[in-house]
């Protein structure tokens, strides 16, 4: 069972920068494909970014296109999330999730392990 911790959220203002981290009990994270989710109060959950493994490309949601940016310390079995230029519609529960394989997906059913989620408040 592969357990995922999440660390860094917090309170934000508008137009600042966060650093999320995720830290994975896996032997290495290169045969995981790599997901951040996000949900806010009322809303469905959503895929942020994801990581594949084949190629090491990333997928950004549209909406965090320019401004986020997901990357992995294979030493370290952490994932990040680098969030700037944020704004108070990126407030939410930020989740990273794994999805054995080498190509990733912006869908949540896609993903068979999740972590705990952490806080993200972006406001003045």
């Known amino acids: 069972q592969v357990q995922l911790v999440e660390s860094g959220g917090g309170l934000v203002q508008p137009g600042g920068s966060l650093r999320l981290s995720c830290g994975a009990s896996?032997?290495?994270?290169?045969?995981?494909?790599i997901g951040w989710f996000r949900q806010a109060p009322g809303k469905e959950r959503e895929g942020v970014i994801c990581?594949?493994?084949?190629?090491?490309?990333?997928r950004p949601a549209d909406s965090v296109k320019g401004r986020f940016t997901i990357s992995s310390d294979n030493a370290k079995h952490t994932v990040y999330l680098q969030m700037n230029s944020l704004k108070p519609e990126d407030t939410g529960v930020y989740y990273c999730?794994?999805?054995?394989?080498?190509?990733?997906?912006?869908?949540?059913?896609?993903?068979?392990?999740w972590g705990q989620g952490t806080q993200v408040t972006v406001s003045s």
């Open positions: 896996v032997g290495s994270l290169n045969y995981y494909a």
């Open positions: 999730a794994l999805s054995y394989g080498t190509w990733c997906d912006l869908r949540r059913e896609f993903y068979t392990s």
């Open positions: 990581l594949s493994r084949s190629d090491a490309s990333t």
